[in-house]
Structure formats: structure tokens, C-alpha cells
């Protein structure tokens, strides 16, 4: 048995039943844990699962940052210093990731309640997870006011990648689920994967085949 | 083993290589098709891997168009009618979805090409996918152009919603899992996805639970 909702029932909707329904309709989402720190280093961890790619020349990706979110730490973070990580989430942290969305204090750091751990590297003001198995630092280029719900797309450059050496094909493509990449869905439900195949370039006339 | 790539690395990289790599440097994404119409009603059907979230109320979901795929039937389609309908993809249907992806010609509808079944609805210009097992409709409300790599961000309003009756929870969550949706990584890798668990809305010194 299918079912429709209109426009005017998703009006009528109660709030957070409301949230939790459109948020699930935007399928299995990229989700990381984004790293900054202030200019005096304090540092900070959110997740996200907003995080897209925009183009690999320049090899760029795109955030967006909810306005709800106070205070934020994140985005001022950002603009400051214009440095932030990306740190992909794993089944043996995706709790604690969960758990960076809680509404600590500006000087109570995500890392120190998580327990997840900082490093740092050289040229880089924005701490990395070091449990996250694939880490991007990106630099601030571009931010974009999404003035009809008050939301805010930031635009990074990727500059560093670290990840392991055993995910990356000899085509270039890497094996995020071998490297224990989770996906999640909704606001709250977190997923492993399992591949069914990778699909060759699609050209009129001829069917994909696995490759 | 781990291993480190450098922005110059990066930039010294083959075109096809970056593409791969970089593409999947964006987690696991949402994989949607996207079907559209002209004002003659001549249908087009595309795969997007850039479909996203971008807030609930009103609901706002978000989709990057990339300056290279020539010709751009799905925006032109989306700017002269305002309508376009977003359709998960499931295990059934990921080969034909990916094949939409192939430069047939503007008289070619990808739904013939593919053998995907458009079906419409009263008062909505659009197709939409019989195959798909959860659908939307969106309306068309504003265009955000990112000058830094010509790519284009365009915000639609989800104005109607189609979907198993089984698979919406009481709090509004959608199990997006037991509909069968799939998730991709890079530039064509597919994957089905299993649950790890839900968990509580997060607070500052409690620990996330199962819900």
C-alpha cells in the first residue's frame, strides 16, 4: 500500500514530525564531523550531513549550515580562520559522532566530551579526528546566504587528504566502504553499506557492466 | 597504511583520475532521478548524486547541476515549467537509473531509452518514475549560480510526496532502508545500506541511546 502527502497536509504538519519526515526524504547522506578551532585554538566538532561535492578542478565541496544551530561555533570558526576539516564517520565512532550535536557550551570542546581525539597537521590550523579513517583539510573560498530559509552554503577548497592507502584504485576511485565509511538517513538513523557494483560510463545504445 | 595527498599532487593529477578520487572523497550520497518535461511535454529523465536536504520548513530540498552536461535538458525543462519530480532509486532499477547518464539526443526520452515508465499526476507537469518506490514533487523557487566552477544550485519546494504507507514511522521518520532506497559513492558505485540503529536526540552529558 502506497500513500500520497500534499502540499497542504505537509503545512499542517506537527513541527518535528514534520522535520523528521523531510529529512528522511533526502536519502542516504554524506555525514562527517566537521573540525575547526578559533584563532586562539579552542577548538570545536559538529556534525554535518550536508556535505557534497561541487567540482574536483578546482576540487571543491559544499557545507550548508543550518540557522538553527546557536550558537555557531562552527561558522564563525570559519570565517575566522578559514581553515576546517572533513572527517569521515566509521561504525566504531558514529556514536560519539552523534553525540558532538548536543548543545555544549563555547568552551566546553566536542572532543573533550566525545572522546574523540585532536591531531594536527603542519600549515593547518583545524584539527583532524584521529579515529576517522578518511580525513580533507579544505580552506574557506566562498560563502552563499540561502536568503529564503536563512541557511548558509559554504564553499571549501580541498588542500590535503588522508586516507588509507589500500582504499584508492588505480583509477582514482576510493573504496569508502572498505575504509568503514557510514552513511546515515533521517536525522538520526546510521547505515554501513554493501556494494552491489560499480557501473561502467554510460554510453547510448549499450547497457552498464560491472566494472 | 596510510597516505597523504597534497593540493599539489592534486593539481599535478590526470583529469579522469581527480574526477574518481575527488568524487569520492563526498561520502556516500543521495542518488536520485530527476524527471522533468518541457512545455510540449516532451520527457527527460537524469541521475543526480547532488540531491540534498536543505530545510523543513517550508520544505526546501536542494540539487547541483554540473556546467558539463551538454545539453542541459533538465534545467531548461525545470526553468520554462517550474515542475520536477525527485525519485529514489532502488536495487531493481540502479542499472537503468545510472544509464540516464548517457548524451542522448533532445528527441530521445531517457524513459524510452531505459525502459523507466513515466507516470503522471493531476496538477503536477512532471513525470514521474512507476519503478521508484518513493517520489516527490517539487516546484521550482530559486536559482543560486556558483560562479567559482559554473556549477548551479537550484532550490525547489517539496509540494507532494509518494510513498509505501509502511515505511513512515509515528514520529515521521521515513525508512528510507525498508523502501529499498540505495546510496552511491563516486562516479558510479552503488550500494544497498543496512541499519546500525537510530539514536536519541543528543544532550550534553548523556550518551546517545538506541531508539
Redesign the interface.
Known amino acids: 500500500?502506497?500513500?500520497?502527502?500534499?502540499?497542504q497536509q505537509?503545512l499542517a504538519?506537527e513541527?518535528?514530525?514534520?522535520?523528521?519526515?523531510?529529512?528522511?526524504?533526502?536519502?542516504?547522506?554524506?555525514?562527517?564531523l566537521l573540525g575547526t578551532a578559533n584563532a586562539a585554538g579552542q577548538t570545536n566538532l559538529a556534525i554535518f550531513?550536508?556535505?557534497?561535492?561541487?567540482?574536483?578542478?578546482?576540487?571543491?565541496?559544499?557545507i550548508?549550515i543550518?540557522p538553527d544551530v546557536a550558537p555557531r561555533h562552527t561558522l564563525n570558526n570559519i570565517l575566522e580562520t578559514k581553515s576546517y576539516t572533513i572527517n569521515?564517520i566509521n561504525?566504531g565512532i558514529?556514536?560519539q559522532a552523534?553525540?558532538?550535536?548536543?548543545?555544549?557550551g563555547g568552551d566546553?570542546s566536542e572532543f573533550v566530551?566525545t572522546g574523540l581525539t585532536p591531531f594536527y597537521v603542519p600549515g593547518i590550523h583545524a584539527p583532524f579526528v584521529q579515529q576517522s579513517h578518511?580525513q580533507?583539510a579544505c580552506e574557506f573560498?566562498?560563502r552563499?546566504d540561502?536568503t529564503?530559509?536563512g541557511?548558509i552554503?559554504i564553499?571549501g577548497k580541498?588542500?590535503?587528504?588522508?586516507?588509507?592507502?589500500?582504499a584508492?584504485?588505480t583509477?582514482?576511485?576510493?573504496?569508502?566502504?572498505k575504509a568503514g565509511?557510514?552513511?546515515c538517513?533521517?536525522?538520526?538513523?546510521?547505515?554501513?553499506?554493501?556494494?552491489?557494483?560499480?557501473?561502467?560510463?554510460?554510453?547510448?545504445?549499450v547497457?552498464?557492466r560491472d566494472?
Open positions: 500500500m502506497s500513500t500520497v502527502i500534499t502540499e505537509l504538519m513541527t518535528r514530525y514534520r522535520a523528521a519526515l523531510i529529512n528522511s526524504l533526502g536519502g542516504f547522506k554524506s555525514v562527517v550531513s550536508s556535505f557534497f561535492h561541487l567540482g574536483a578542478n578546482p576540487a571543491l565541496c559544499g550548508i543550518r569521515h561504525e558514529y556514536r552523534h553525540q558532538t550535536s548536543a548543545r555544549y566546553e566530551q578518511i580533507l573560498v566562498q552563499a540561502i529564503l530559509n541557511t552554503l564553499i580541498i588542500v590535503y587528504i588522508h586516507l588509507p592507502e589500500n584508492i584504485g583509477d582514482g576511485f576510493i573504496d569508502i566502504e565509511t557510514v552513511t538517513s533521517g536525522l538520526d538513523s546510521y547505515h554501513t553499506t554493501k556494494r552491489l557494483s560499480r557501473l561502467s560510463y554510460a554510453k547510448p545504445g547497457l552498464p566494472i
